[in-house]
Structures are given as structure tokens and as C-alpha cells.
């Protein structure tokens, strides 16, 4: 069985403050050398279920984060590229885990809650729905018929991930404390969790999510200019100052200023 590991940061184990996940910061450090120790216990986990190969996305930020040296060396490594959430996925993985995920844009009590830029999207629609990046990359992985069996995060995020895919295994690793603060379960119980997890999850995979289409998906940006930067792309409607919309037919467009 193969498994896609989606890494983003702001929910791994530990991580408890915005400049731990700040390539500018000192802190840096501390942040990167949690989420290497988390993917590690992962991919030891999954290779105990029933994995022959793991691949891992560094999606946090620009996808520097990680040095393959550090990790599990039975373990690749990618990062999304433009139009790509997971470039290597495809119909021959098993699942897809979402760990150090954190909840939608506007989630109170979401640690570094977010949709896919803090500094330029307010809020994001499918059919008139709040969503988040969850439902994007478990749309990602439907269209290609693989389910998500793990998502890895906060209170907040395991909550969103439980209302968007009934059934997908989730480890909490933290309880948000507002946006900017986290206070995070020790490392030992996370890491019990994580892979509880991944038995569970990959033992008994939810089905693979997909939207209904096509689907109307409305962004509304943090300021005009953001929308303004948008005007001539193909299908992309202009509904007020801050909001653009468009109808989409597959799911690897939800990313809707792709
Ligand atoms: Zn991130």
C-alpha cells in the first residue's frame, strides 16, 4: 500500500506560537525539528500497518521546510508546485494524511487558522459553504479516488475535518488558545494518538470525499486590489469588490485563483 502524507506545520505536535512556523524567525528551528520528529513517527507508523511506500509533501510555506536527510529514510519527498496541491498523487495510493493541518479562515480558537493565505483570502465558499484547505486537498485526493484516513491538527481542526469526512481518524496534538497560541499535549500522547490513528484510518479508510459538480466556489479577498489582480482569468466572475467566483467542473480547480 502506498500513502501520501500532506505535512503542513501550524498543527504539528508542539508547536505552540506563530514564529514557529516563520522561515524569518529564530524559532524556527524549534518549529522545523517538531514537524521532522512527528512525519518520522508517522512513517514509522505506517510502515508497521501495511505501507510498502510513503511519499511526503512539504506544503507549509514555499515547501522548504524539510531536509530528506532528516527523515525516515524509507520515506520521498515532494513539494506542491504551481496548479498542484499533490503532484505525485494518484490513483494508486492507498490514502492520504493531512498532519500539522490547522482550521479555515475565520475558525475561532483555530491555532494559525487560515485558508491557504492568511494575508489574502478572507473567506472561501464551495456551493455556498465554508471551507477550508481540508476540503480542498480531500477533493484533490477524490478526484483522484483516494480517501484522506488521518487529519493531524488542533481541537478546531480534527472538529472541521469530522463535519467535512464523518468517520476519518483524527489526532488532536493541541487545544488553540484564540488564533496566536496553542497549548499543545505533551509529545508521548501525541505521538500515541498519531499512530491510533493511522491503525484506525488506514484500517478502515472513510470514503473518498467529493464534491458535488460542478460546484460554484466564491473567494472573497482580504482587500479589492487582491480581486482586482484577478480580472481577465478565464470563468473567474468579479460579484463585488473583495469577491470572485467561478463554476468548476473538477475538483483540482477548488483552488480557485489557479
Ligand atoms: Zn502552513
Redesign the pocket.
Known amino acids: 500500500m502506498k500513502y501520501y502524507i500532506h505535512a503542513?506545520?501550524?498543527g504539528t505536535a508542539g508547536i505552540r506560537a506563530p514564529s514557529q512556523?516563520d522561515h524569518q524567525s529564530a524559532d524556527f528551528a524549534a518549529g522545523r525539528r517538531l514537524l521532522v520528529r512527528e512525519l518520522n513517527v508517522a512513517v514509522a507508523a505506517l510502515f508497521e500497518h501495511d505501507a510498502s511506500a510513503v511519499m511526503v509533501c512539504d506544503a507549509?510555506?514555499t515547501g522548504h521546510n524539510l531536509d530528506l536527510a532528516d527523515l525516515d529514510p524509507r520515506a520521498t519527498l515532494e513539494r506542491p508546485v504551481a496548479g498542484c496541491i499533490m503532484p505525485s498523487l494518484d490513483a494508486s495510493f492507498a490514502g492520504v494524511l493531512l498532519l500539522g493541518h490547522?482550521a479555515m479562515a475565520g475558525t475561532r480558537d483555530g491555532f494559525l487558522e487560515h485558508t491557504m493565505s492568511s494575508r489574502e483570502w478572507f473567506d472561501y465558499r464551495i456551493d455556498g459553504v465554508a471551507a477550508g484547505e481540508i476540503a480542498i486537498e480531500a477533493a484533490w485526493a477524490g478526484h483522484f479516488d483516494v480517501p484522506v484516513v488521518v487529519v493531524g491538527g488542533d481541537e478546531a481542526t480534527a472538529a472541521e475535518a469530522a463535519a467535512l469526512l464523518p468517520g476519518v481518524a483524527t489526532a488532536i496534538t493541541k487545544r488553540g488558545l484564540g488564533r496566536n497560541a496553542a497549548c499543545c499535549l505533551p509529545l508521548e500522547e501525541c505521538d500515541r494518538r498519531l499512530r491510533a490513528a493511522i491503525a484506525a484510518g488506514c484500517a478502515r479508510p472513510p470514503a473518498p470525499w467529493r464534491p458535488r459538480l460542478p460546484a460554484r466556489v466564491e473567494l472573497t479577498f482580504q482587500r479589492a486590489d487582491l480581486a482586482d489582480a484577478c480580472l481577465g482569468r478565464p470563468g473567474l466572475e468579479r460579484i463585488d469588490g473583495r469577491t470572485v467566483a467561478r463554476t468548476v467542473a473538477d475538483a483540482r480547480q477548488l483552488m480557485i485563483t489557479w
Do not use: Y
Request: net charge negative; glycine share 14%.
Open positions: 503542513d506545520m501550524e512556523v507549509h510555506g490547522h
